[in-house]
């Protein structure tokens, strides 16, 4: 077993032992719901590997590392109903299971579940931690209204949509690696850096998702192959194609937006202009352009390489993946 | 200007000179609208008056008594749309206004800001006093679900019915005085007392609220005279009644929960019942006995009487309000 793999066994016992009451039944049995449904748990991976990699004990972070993923899961639960999504990891999502009331009230209760998890580490850490999380949790609500913004929209600039994924999922990356690093005792321009880190990685592996919904070479578990384009959400390539589709321009936006056209053809007919425009080549420059500041955040670290190299193959895997 | 009135000074000072960011615009225009709309700020209150009363620094109760009231409008953002509430202090509710979406992610937003505003105090306190607001919110929730519950469930017991008024109202009273108690380094034993204090006053609160509802000399601000009623809410004074109406429990039963008779046919005809029956006294006995134990936990805390007057004259007054 390599030492991700011990981290991801720690974090799966430490999910596997969470007990939450039997009742009110309709506010816990949602929550054991959604978590028994796992997910890959990335974040309090970076938690625990950031802590571990500034020589901290990983027992002062595990329950933070839960706080996270609870509070992570929590945003699911909402997010689902706002985008109407009725499944989530192959499965059901809460609120179309039982409804949008049970959804919003088990996640506010995660909410709180998670704020109370955030304290339980070194005395030191308590203050620091607690206020990055809520902030990070703000910053994570305005990128969902931006996200909810952008799809009613009609032009949504290149930096708007990074500004919103930065928001919407790269903070909270970001904030899982500085609060291992807090925990850890690290200098405060580390504790930045390996932040800094965190966002480069998180855009990457964000506009990563976008391309892999096109580009994916096999249908991901529980996602549709071209979902975005089916579904007409403004991902990175759809506004990368929009800025050079010249007179396609008119046509490209009513195909995108359309919902008369079967699935295939119109996922058949988007992809063809994208080819077109090489909009997959594209995406992957800018991905490797984030990946690149990425590795750069990490050199600046006051640590030898070695220390910092299952964090930085880590990126690599997240940077290689296919689907 | 009596004590009191400082302190309700203090906190309508410390809310003007909240400003949220101006974007995204529906996610912080929700917010200003909700809070520009006031309340009783009951809450902030208990915070600083506790904090006074054990010898604290009202300065570093402010941020945490803020916090309290931000969780508390929270609550009612999100409590308007499981509700379906088209009215909240006389103006239209959030999700309304807008929609439920805007609810959730408002609500949210506001619940991470609360937490950040728990963190300001002296630093002996923080950990304890996020850990109390943190298990408060997750019993608020609790109390909201079987309130939920309850409303669709034909038989709630009494005990049942005041351990939800206890967990969606009393705990969160009882937290904002035992939180103005952290803070100001007063012993456990006073922080507890001061606790159960809230319960019991929170518990007379809700009852006279009930009360209030049928019996109030006036129409509330913002709130009809026997709404309860009409919307056939299962209070107190409804539980109570139907332990005893004996052979009418039947015909009680239907008419209570009846949406095909005029409005105020039919609070005239459920006052008729609760008249024979005697509720408005047997109500008034409850509340007095939640109120006579309150005073009691007030006598149990290590400071002389006089120290505790303004609390318990407060307390007097909430006792005494007919509307």
Request: glycine share 6%; aromatic share 8%; net charge negative.
């Amino acid at each position: 077993m390599n030492p991700i793999q011990e981290l991801q066994l720690r974090i799966d016992e430490a999910f596997s032992a969470i007990r939450f009451p039997s009742a009110p039944a309709d506010l816990y049995n949602p929550i054991t719901y959604t978590l028994g449904h796992g997910g890959k748990r990335l974040r309090p991976l970076l938690v625990l590997a950031s802590c571990q990699m500034f020589g901290g004990d990983i027992a002062d972070a595990i329950n933070p590392a839960i706080g996270i993923e609870l509070f992570h899961n929590f945003t699911l639960l909402h997010d689902d109903i706002m985008d109407e999504a009725p499944l989530r990891r192959g499965k059901e999502t809460v609120y179309k299971k039982w409804n949008s009331n049970v959804a919003i009230l088990a996640g506010d209760t995660m909410f709180a579940v998670a704020n109370k998890y955030m304290l339980r580490t070194r005395p030191h850490a308590i203050s620091p931690v607690v206020e990055l999380f809520n902030q990070t949790a703000i910053e994570v609500c305005e990128g969902q209204q931006y996200d909810m913004d952008y799809e009613k929209q009609q032009n949504v600039s290149i930096p708007d949509y990074i500004e919103m994924i930065r928001l919407k999922t790269a903070v909270l990356l970001a904030a899982s690696l500085k609060t291992g690093a807090i925990i850890a005792g690290a200098e405060t321009d580390d504790c930045n850096q390996v932040y800094d880190f965190g966002i480069n990685i998180g855009l990457a592996f964000q506009l990563k998702d976008d391309l892999l919904d096109v580009y994916g070479d096999q249908v991901k578990f529980g996602k549709v192959s071209g979902g975005d384009i089916i579904a007409g959400k403004k991902t990175y390539l759809y506004l990368k194609a929009l800025e050079s589709a010249g007179s396609q321009t008119g046509y490209f936006r009513e195909l995108y937006a359309s919902h008369n056209l079967p699935s295939t053809e119109k996922v058949t007919k988007v992809k063809e202009l994208f080819n077109q425009l090489n909009i997959e080549q594209l995406t992957r420059l800018l991905i490797d352009d984030y990946y690149q500041k990425a590795l750069h955040d990490l050199s600046c670290i006051s640590l030898p390489e070695e220390a910092m190299e299952e964090l930085s193959d880590y990126a690599a895997g997240l940077m290689e993946r296919e689907n």
